[in-house]
C-alpha cells in the first residue's frame, strides 16, 4: 500500500515562498507518477502540479505558472513542490497524491489519483 506524508507547510507573508515535501513509501516509487492538490475552506480540490514517473513531463495549473515548479527525487523518493510569490489565494490545505501512468489529457483529474496523503496546511497572508 503506498504511504504518502507532506511536510513544509505553514504560514508566509505575500510575495514569499514555501517548499512543500511528499515523501512515497510502501511500493516502488517509479512508476508512479505524482500530483499535488489543493482545497481551501468551502471549496472543491482542485488540481495545482503534476509530474511524470520520468520527471521528465511536468503539468501546472494557469493559476500557479511560473510561480511553483514541481520537482522529484527518485532516489529519495520525494517529490518537491516549490512555491514563489505567493498570493493569499493560494492559502489552501496542500494534498501530495500518486498515481500511474499521467497523460496531458488527464493529469489534473482528481479522480484518477489513487493514493492521497493528509494534506499540510499553506497560509498565506496579505
Known amino acids: 500500500q503506498v504511504h504518502l506524508v507532506e511536510s513544509g507547510g505553514g504560514l508566509v507573508q505575500a510575495g514569499g515562498s514555501l517548499s512543500l515535501s511528499c515523501t512515497f513509501s510502501?511500493?516502488?516509487?517509479?512508476?508512479?507518477?505524482l500530483g499535488w492538490f489543493r482545497q481551501a475552506p468551502g471549496e472543491e480540490r482542485e488540481f495545482v502540479a503534476a509530474?511524470?514517473?520520468?520527471?521528465?513531463?511536468?503539468y501546472y495549473a494557469d493559476s500557479v505558472k511560473g510561480r511553483f515548479t514541481i520537482s522529484r527525487d527518485n532516489a529519495l523518493n520525494t517529490v518537491t513542490l516549490q512555491m514563489n510569490s505567493l498570493k493569499p489565494e493560494d492559502t489552501a490545505v496542500y494534498y501530495c497524491?500518486?498515481?500511474?501512468?499521467?497523460?496531458?489529457?488527464?493529469?489534473?483529474?482528481?479522480?484518477?489519483?489513487?493514493?492521497w496523503g493528509q494534506g499540510t496546511q499553506v497560509t498565506v497572508s496579505s
Open positions: 497524491a500518486a498515481r500511474g501512468t499521467i497523460s496531458s489529457s488527464d493529469y489534473d483529474s482528481r479522480l484518477d489519483y489513487n493514493y
Open positions: 510502501g511500493r516502488s516509487f517509479s512508476g508512479y507518477a
Open positions: 509530474i511524470s514517473w520520468t520527471g521528465v513531463n511536468t
